[in-house]
Every structure is written in C-alpha cells, then in structure tokens.
C-alpha cells in the first residue's frame, strides 16, 4: 500500500487530457514536477459512454514512469480486464461496486486482485451511499469516491459528496483500518484543500494537470501549493 505522508494529500494526475501524441514526455514532466502517482482511467462504452483505452497505453506509462500506477476500471465487466492491466503494469485495480452488482461480487474481484498481486480499490458512483462499503472494507486497499458522473473529464466537482469522505473517513478510524481515500472528478486548485480537509489522501486531477494554460510541472506545483496553504 502507498504510505499516506505527512502533507494533507497526495496528487495522482489523470492522463484523459494530456497530449497523447507525446505521453511519454508528459509523464516524464509531471513525474518531475511532482506526481505522487498514476491514475488511469479505462473506459469501455458500456459501464460509462466513452472509450478511452486498454492495457498498452498503460504499459506506455509504466514504460515512462517509476510512480505507483492504478488503472481504475469504468468498464461493465472488471473482472475479465484484471489480468491484462496487471501484467501491463497497473500495481492496484479499481473495479465500480455499482459494476460488481453486490457486496459478495466485489469482495470476489478484490480476491481476483489481489491473486494477480495487485491491489484492490473500489470505486462509488454520487449516488451510491457510502454505506454499502463497510462490509467490504477489510478486504479492500483503497476507496475511491466519485464527486461527478463517470466517463468524462473537465467536470465540476460536487463538494457536497465530500461528506461521504468525511463518513468513511470516521468509519475509519473508529475500525482501526490504514486505508488511502481517494477522490476524483473535478479536482482544482481551488477545492483541493477542502478535498483533503474531509479526509481525502489521495487526489485525482486530470484537467487541472493537463490543460493548455500550464505545464504539467506548473500545474502541479499549483496543487501543492494549494495543499500547503
């Protein structure tokens, strides 16, 4: 598991908006301008309406960057991708529980994940209760909590869901249980202190690290910046 650090949250840039046509630059800049981590988000079309991409641009990444990579899985069948991401490189596997379909099918894909020597995280969609987790939290590696609908980047953060962190963050610590929280969708340098002040450890930020405006380094630096004030 990624040891949660001192500073209030880590920061695991999204590569939906970056400039594929030189991705392994991009991630070599923001690796250097200070990449905590990689999230990548597989799309199949079904589960959610885009495509994104599949097991070589995660290797493509894995081959630029020595960062800790998690391939997070908005596809209708999780299960049957587990293996190409993790021989592609992916190091935890963030399949829906709103794919899943039910508690006991989640904590068989997380046994799926962590057979393959992955990681398991799950992810809730804003209408799915925080609820629905706790009894799978002793058999996970990460939560990931959506602060918008899946499938498309550059999309405004609902702060209100952050009290789902605020609630698993209590639940927690009242179980004793180490575990990253981790948000996406929406991410600026406005609202992450606020992300990481309900008790997020880990941010997820696409748009807000690639974008026209900035470098990847500029960007990032920006976050940071944001978190230490």
Same mark, same amino acid.
């Given at each position: 598991?990624?040891?949660?650090?001192?500073?209030?949250?880590?920061?695991?840039?999204?590569?939906?908006?970056?400039?594929?046509?030189?991705?392994?630059?991009?991630?070599?800049?923001?690796?250097?301008?200070?990449?905590?981590?990689? =999230?990548?988000?597989?799309?199949?079309?079904?589960?959610?309406?885009?495509?994104?991409?599949?097991?070589?641009?995660?290797?493509?990444?894995?081959?630029?960057?020595?960062?800790?990579?998690?391939?997070?899985?908005?596809?209708?069948?999780?299960?049957?991708?587990?293996? =190409?991401?993790?021989?592609?490189?992916?190091?935890?596997?963030?399949?829906?529980?709103?794919?899943?379909?039910?508690?006991?099918?989640?904590?068989?894909?997380?046994?799926?994940? =962590?057979?393959?020597?992955?990681?398991?995280?799950?992810?809730?969609?804003?209408?799915?209760?925080?609820?629905?987790?706790?009894?799978?939290?002793?058999?996970?590696?990460?939560?990931?909590?959506?602060?918008?609908?899946?499938?498309?980047?550059?999309?405004?953060?609902?702060?209100?869901?952050?009290?789902?962190?605020?609630?698993?963050?209590?639940?927690?610590?009242?179980?004793?249980?180490?575990?990253?929280?981790?948000?996406?969708?929406?991410?600026?340098? =406005?609202?992450?202190?606020?992300?990481?002040?309900?008790?997020?450890?880990?941010?997820?930020?696409?748009?807000?690290?690639?974008?026209?405006?900035?470098?990847?380094?500029?960007?990032?630096?920006?976050?940071?910046?944001?978190?230490?004030?």
């Amino acid at each position: 598991m990624i040891p949660v650090e001192a500073r209030l949250a880590q920061i695991a840039p999204s590569i939906l908006t970056a400039d594929f046509g030189h991705l392994a630059q991009q991630i070599r800049d923001a690796d250097a301008g200070g990449a905590d981590l990689w =999230h990548l988000d597989v799309m199949d079309g079904h589960f959610v309406p885009p495509l994104s991409f599949g097991k070589e641009v995660i290797a493509a990444v894995r081959a630029a960057s020595p960062r800790f990579l998690e391939a997070h899985l908005m596809v209708a069948r999780p299960g049957e991708q587990f293996a =190409h991401m993790a021989h592609a490189g992916a190091q935890r596997l963030v399949f829906h529980y709103e794919a899943a379909g039910s508690a006991e099918a989640a904590r068989d894909l997380a046994r799926q994940a =962590h057979d393959l020597g992955c990681e398991a995280g799950i992810a809730i969609n804003p209408e799915t209760p925080i609820e629905a987790l706790y009894p799978l939290l002793d058999t996970l590696d990460e939560v990931l909590v959506m602060l918008i609908r899946p499938g498309w980047g550059g999309q405004q953060a609902d702060l209100d869901l952050l009290s789902k962190v605020r609630a698993l963050s209590a639940r927690l610590a009242a179980e004793g249980i180490a575990m990253p929280i981790n948000i996406d969708g929406g991410v600026k340098a =406005h609202n992450a202190r606020a992300c990481a002040e309900a008790g997020a450890t880990i941010l997820v930020a696409g748009s807000a690290v690639f974008n026209a405006d900035q470098t990847p380094a500029d960007a990032l630096a920006e976050l940071h910046d944001a978190l230490a004030r």
